[in-house]
């Protein structure tokens, strides 16, 4: 199993590549490629893609944490690209009106509409229940939430905003045989819900956990149950980056150990 990064809020070593806030993966497994999210913008996710070698029809699948403008804003400029449809799989929440008020109100959902993205190619495979869309890759479905969650931002619903529960995201399991590797976007499940829901989907360990934590501005009392949990669930190794926050990756890495962060360019391979 590989995961190459293709879009993180920061750029690696490599001349060329671009940071940007955002998220997007390429696990490779099982002879299959399938994309995690298409970060911000359609411009820097081709970008990186070509500087890392990676061919737009080459991608089988297209797999969605949630719906926000930071995890879809590269879908259309990925599917003009392309000569060929491409299968989405997502929960069917992604394309709910979503809005942020502070530090301004600004849109925040999926930036098309999914009329606009199936003109392009995208054929959407939505489902709230877990599933094995390829071999060896799962969706957990929608998440169990059994303690603090981390979501952000607000529904419009017949003209009223209300508290947005974010139940669309999800996460991405990757069956390794013995164990499994788990990609989450921005992790507004809460980190604890994902890794201890994956792990009683797929009936596996987690060998590692891999994405956006959305520990930013969390308290240490929650960045310390954080490490308690995972260390508890048997979790091996942490790759965060994106939403988890500096401060707050250097604490996970101080006290938990086994932690990298993610930029561009960078390979995880199993």
Known sequence: MKITILFENHAGWKKGLIGYHGFSALVEHNGYRVLVDTGTDGKVLINNMRELGVEPDS??????????????????????????????????????????????????????????????????????????????????????????????????????????PIRDDVALIIDLGESIAVITGCGHSGILNIARYTIETARKPIKTLIGGFHLRGAPEL??????????????????????????????????????EPLHVGKVIEI
């Open 59 to 164: 991608i089988d699948a297209l797999f969605l944490t949630h719906g926000h403008y930071d995890h879809t804003g590269g879908m259309a400029e990925l599917l003009k690209v392309r000569r060929e449809p491409l299968d989405v799989y997502a929960h069917p929440g992604i394309f709910a009106r979503r809005i942020a008020l502070k530090p301004k109100r600004m849109e925040i959902g999926i930036p098309f509409t999914r009329e606009e993205l199936e003109s392009l190619g995208a054929v959407f495979h939505l489902s709230e229940k877990p599933h094995e869309f390829l071999p060896g890759f799962i969706s957990p479905g929608e998440i169990e939430r059994r303690t603090w969650d981390r979501t952000v931002g607000y529904l419009v619903e017949d003209g009223k905003e209300i508290r947005d």
């Open 222 to 259: 929650l960045l310390d149950e954080v490490v308690k949990g995972i260390k508890e669930l048997g979790v091996e190794t942490l790759h965060a980056g994106h939403c988890t926050g500096i401060d707050e990756y250097a604490y996970l890495k101080a006290h938990f150990g086994s932690a």
